[in-house]
């Protein structure tokens, strides 16, 4: 019976929950990426190096750092509903600004401010599925809400290479265009937010009652068991930051950013080198993405079914080093995509079971925190994976080093997380002797 009443709600939680917040993370990744494809014409037509672009690509998650730990912790003293709506909000309006860029210094500019217009979503919707979800369901929960990256990438690519190639329109370029297209679902989707969100399980009046204290116990006495030792308010905040498991994450996850981000920007122009148009580039681009989705939905599953979760980040983090080290020697388009499909594989699967490991010791105000840092801190890889690329490209005139070096980063993922589940594991051997 009890076994019934839970699989009874987590399936009304997962069809109410994550369907939506996918649709939140589709349109912000495809946000954060359509400059891979603007920049087939709007480098030229606002005199951006390979470098320039670069950099600009990368600022997006400089403003993102800044502003992330704040954010959510905002969010947590007023409600996700509220914040992730005024997150979705503003970044759409800052978004569809960016078609109006006139030069390197309004590119830098606005990049910043989409990071600080978006800083906050991805680590409060993390936290969101962690008040909703019982542990044993978070790692299948976070790999469903994290698969529309690659789902946007997987649509967005063919829709962002058609929009390439619009003729000029009301005085404004394709990639003005392609700007202004893909910003407005955001602010749609922002008002929505105020419905469709409920901000915690007490207040879930679309569950029964005998299903609503199932899970208001359920959670309430994880949370009671939750190892934790950082307590509550900014004290506790500020000592959950510099928790050496935190810090660890948040150099492991900079690898699977700088990776993601390295494809999300660089991808499209990789595969121009072969002559395709914009509309064929898009739904090859697609190819990788469509793999990665089914891969890292089973690799999360397999994760929740073992309750393991070291093995399933060392792993995939390994198998995408290896592709990047692919990419940089492949010397055909077939090389390149197969190349693309083993990177996208790797860095997808190993992000569910990557925040699981998260939120198994914190909670509270301190989950708020520590995994606003985690994010924050590892998605500067979104700022260096971009930026090293583009340097390394306009000194040697090759791709093939920035992979490289971008496949190192995860290569250290996968030495850290190992450290990291060693080091755990004997401590709790210590604390558990008598």
């Known amino acids: 019976m009890a076994d019934d009443l839970e699989t009874r709600v987590v399936r009304k939680i997962s069809w109410r929950i994550l369907p939506f917040v996918m649709l939140l993370y589709f349109i912000s990744f495809l946000d954060r990426v359509n400059v891979g494809f603007a920049a087939f014409t709007m480098n030229k037509a606002i005199g951006l190096t390979p470098a320039m672009y670069g950099l600009g690509g990368g600022l997006f998650f400089v403003g993102y750092f800044l502003f992330e730990v704040p954010s959510n912790l905002i969010l947590y003293r007023?409600?996700?509903?509220?914040?992730?709506?005024?997150?979705?909000?503003?970044?759409?309006?800052?978004?569809?600004?960016s078609a109006f860029v006139t030069g390197p210094h309004s590119f830098y500019a606005l990049r910043f401010v989409l990071g600080v217009a978006e800083a906050g979503f991805f680590p409060g919707i993390i936290l969101y599925l962690s008040l909703w979800f019982p542990a044993r369901f978070r790692a299948l929960a976070a790999a469903v809400f994290m698969a529309a990256a690659p789902l946007s990438t997987a649509i967005g690519s063919p829709i962002s290479g058609a929009l390439m190639e619009l003729?000029?329109?009301?005085?404004?370029?394709?990639?003005?265009?392609?700007?202004?297209i893909e910003a407005v679902p955001a602010i749609l989707l922002g008002l929505a937010v105020l419905k469709v969100f409920t901000d915690k399980p007490e207040e879930a009046h679309w569950l029964e009652q005998e299903e609503r204290d199932w899970l208001?116990?359920?959670?309430?006495?994880?949370?009671?068991?939750?190892?934790?030792?950082?307590?509550?308010?900014?004290?506790?905040?500020?000592?959950?930051?510099?928790?050496?498991?935190?810090l660890a994450l948040s150099l492991i996850?900079?690898?699977?950013?700088?990776?993601?981000?390295?494809?999300?920007?660089?991808?499209?122009?990789?595969?121009?080198?072969?002559?395709?148009s914009s509309t064929e580039i898009g739904w090859i681009n697609a190819v990788p993405s469509v793999v990665a989705i089914g891969g890292m939905t089973v690799w999360a599953r397999h994760s929740d079914r073992t309750e393991e979760r070291t093995w399933h980040v060392v792993l995939p983090c390994v198998a995408a080093c290896i592709g990047f080290v692919l990419a940089g020697?492949?010397?055909?388009?077939?090389?390149v995509i197969l190349a693309l499909v083993i990177v996208n594989v790797g860095i997808s699967a190993a992000k569910a079971p990557l925040w699981v490991m998260a939120t198994t010791f914190l909670s509270g105000a301190s989950a708020a925190a520590g995994i606003a840092t985690i994010n924050s801190i590892g998605n500067l890889g979104g700022f260096l994976g971009p930026f090293l690329t583009g340097w390394i490209k306009a000194r040697s005139g090759s791709y093939t080093g920035g992979l490289y070096v971008v496949g190192a980063t995860l290569a250290i993922s996968a030495i850290l997380t190992y450290l990291l589940s060693h080091q755990t594991s004997e401590h709790c051997a210590l604390e558990s002797s008598p």
């Open 78 to 97: 007023v409600g996700v509903r509220v914040w992730i709506a005024r997150v979705m909000v503003t970044w759409g309006l800052v978004s569809a600004a």
């Open 167 to 180: 003729p000029k329109v009301a005085g404004l370029s394709n990639w003005q265009w392609l700007y202004i």
């Open 216 to 246: 208001v116990s359920t959670l309430q006495s994880e949370r009671t068991s939750t190892k934790s030792s950082h307590g509550a308010g900014l004290a506790s905040a500020l000592r959950t930051m510099r928790d050496p498991r935190v």
């Open 253 to 276: 996850y900079l690898g699977t950013a700088a990776g993601l981000y390295t494809l999300g920007l660089w991808a499209p122009l990789i595969l121009r080198q072969f002559a395709f």
């Open 329 to 335: 020697t492949a010397h055909t388009a077939i090389g």
